[in-house]
């Protein structure tokens, strides 16, 4: 069983800039493409990016040229840097971890963008 561990939400001005992390422990972190979602107030869960064992990313078109997505499968760590946020950007922020039928999320992080 894989637990996720996310950090590095707050509350940053439009603009700014920050950087989530998502901490894996109970598993071969390596074997597992990483997901990440949000989920702004009222609204559905949505996919923001992922990156597969190799490394391959892909991302929603409203964050491209903004968000970069990667991993430290040394320290069994993903991240997700956000640059340039807008106020809708503002949600909890989910990790996921996804292997064959495995599927596993952390407990979310908010991130506020507002001025």
């Known amino acids: 069983q894989v637990q996720l561990v996310e950090s590095g939400g707050g509350l940053v001005q439009p603009g700014g800039s920050l950087r989530l992390s998502c901490a894996a422990s109970?598993?071969?972190?390596?074997?597992?493409?990483i997901y990440w979602y949000r989920q702004a107030p009222g609204k559905q869960r949505e996919w923001v990016a992922h990156?597969?064992?190799?490394?391959?990313?892909n991302y929603v078109e409203a964050v491209k040229g903004r968000f970069t997505i990667s991993r430290d499968n040394a320290k069994n760590t993903a991240y997700l840097e956000m640059n340039r946020l807008k106020p809708e950007d503002t949600a909890i922020y989910y990790c996921?971890?996804?292997?064959?039928?495995?599927?596993?999320w952390g407990q979310g992080t908010q991130v506020t963008v507002s001025s």
């Open positions: 996921n971890a996804q292997m064959v039928n495995l599927n596993y």
């Open positions: 109970g598993g071969a972190f390596g074997n597992y493409a």
């Open positions: 990156i597969t064992i190799n490394s391959y990313t």
